[in-house]
């Protein structure tokens, strides 16, 4: 191969900017030309595509979010779009595509490979969603972002005996909120992976009140329910005041932290070395510490993210 091209897709993360920096400097330095796509598959449709060298890069390493930007394009899912994205590729010599981005955009990665455009996906999400990987890139600094934030409505809740709700991102998936409920001391965790029972909470938050507890938090994962109206009922039924918070982006931003930068870094170049063995329709994850790689199509198909629970039972222990 001599020619790749780099892209980021969906929700941005700290980091996509260091792994963009990893896929260029690793191509320049085996010799390969490197093109940026911007605005995702979007841009690639709309052929907005740039050369890139390895000053597009500099002073990347630390920023958040993604210079090349991102947007969501479901049109992506139409087989006509997708032909003509690839003959944007075609008509420039391009032979590979890296994709940085969550299981959505792996979606879009696997359909370009079985058509017959070899890509390579490194994941970048915050949510830690993606199989096949112990983290993704972005997940570490969202995290520090969520358990600041969780001491910050400690402090205001311990002074105010007052029941504070904070609402997580990570879609369907609970690792951050559970990762971010153990580091910041939460006394409830709800998440998507175990069935959620309001009436059990309620009950829960109630006997601690009984054993004395000066406040209580509740991480909880979005979308499984409407926390406000959650608040209200707590207030209803503990009579202590309760209030819900969503952080919402705040925790897709900042620069990312040196886990998110090394692993973004180890990713870009290790999706060029796979393209050099002659690997193609691969998505990028770290194992243990090791990088792996595995057919991204079985990634999507067959591979379900391991679900913590003995870290859900320490952190009962710790209520
Ligand atoms: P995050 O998890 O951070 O939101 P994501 O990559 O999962 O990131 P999505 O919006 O689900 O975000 O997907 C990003 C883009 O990938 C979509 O806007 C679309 O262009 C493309 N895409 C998603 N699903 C498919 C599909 N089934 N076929 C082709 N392209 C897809």
Redesign the pocket.
């Known amino acids: 191969i001599k020619k790749i091209v780099v892209l980021t897709?969906?929700?941005?993360?700290p980091g996509m900017n260091a792994a963009i920096r990893g896929v260029v400097r690793a191509a320049l330095s085996e010799g390969l030309e490197v093109f940026g796509i911007y605005d995702?598959?979007?841009g690639l449709y709309e052929d907005r595509m740039e050369k890139l060298d390895r000053y597009s890069v500099s002073d990347m390493i630390n920023r958040g979010g993604t210079f090349l930007g991102s947007?969501?394009?479901?049109?992506?899912?139409d087989g006509s779009v997708?032909a003509k994205a690839i003959e944007n590729l075609k008509k420039r010599g391009i032979d590979a595509l890296v994709v940085i981005?969550?299981?959505?955009?792996?979606?879009?990665a696997?359909?370009l490979t079985e058509e017959g455009f070899p890509c390579i996906g490194l994941p970048?999400?915050?949510?830690n969603?993606v199989a096949g990987t112990d983290y993704t890139i972005g997940y570490f600094t969202a995290l520090e972002t969520v358990v600041e934030a969780i001491d910050r409505l400690r402090d205001t809740s311990s002074s105010h005996q007052r029941i504070s709700i904070v609402e997580v991102m990570g879609?369907h998936c609970g690792d951050l909120t559970l990762a971010a409920a153990i580091a910041g001391g939460c006394e409830f965790i709800v998440l998507p992976e175990i069935e959620f029972n309001r009436e059990d909470l309620v009950n829960e938050i109630k006997a601690g009140i009984s054993k004395g507890k000066k406040h209580a938090i509740v991480a909880i994962t979005e979308h499984i329910c409407d926390i406000n109206e959650l608040a209200r009922h707590i207030e209803q039924e503990t009579q202590r005041e309760t209030r819900a918070t969503v952080l919402g982006h705040i925790q897709r931003g900042g620069p990312p932290v040196a886990y998110d930068r090394i692993l973004a870094s180890r990713m870009g170049a290790y999706a060029i070395e796979l393209l050099l063995q002659g690997y193609g329709g691969r998505c990028v994850g770290i194992l243990n510490e090791k990088m792996v790689h595995h057919d991204i199509i079985d990634a999507i198909e067959n591979m379900k993210r391991p679900f913590k629970g003995d870290w859900l039972e320490t952190a009962k222990k710790l209520y």
Do not use: E, V
Not at 9 to 13: H, N, Q
Not at 101 to 108: A, E, F, K, T
């Open positions: 897709s969906g929700g941005d993360a995702g598959y979007l947007a969501r394009f479901p049109q992506f899912k997708r981005g969550g299981d959505g955009s792996y979606m879009g696997k359909r970048g999400t915050i949510d969603d879609r």
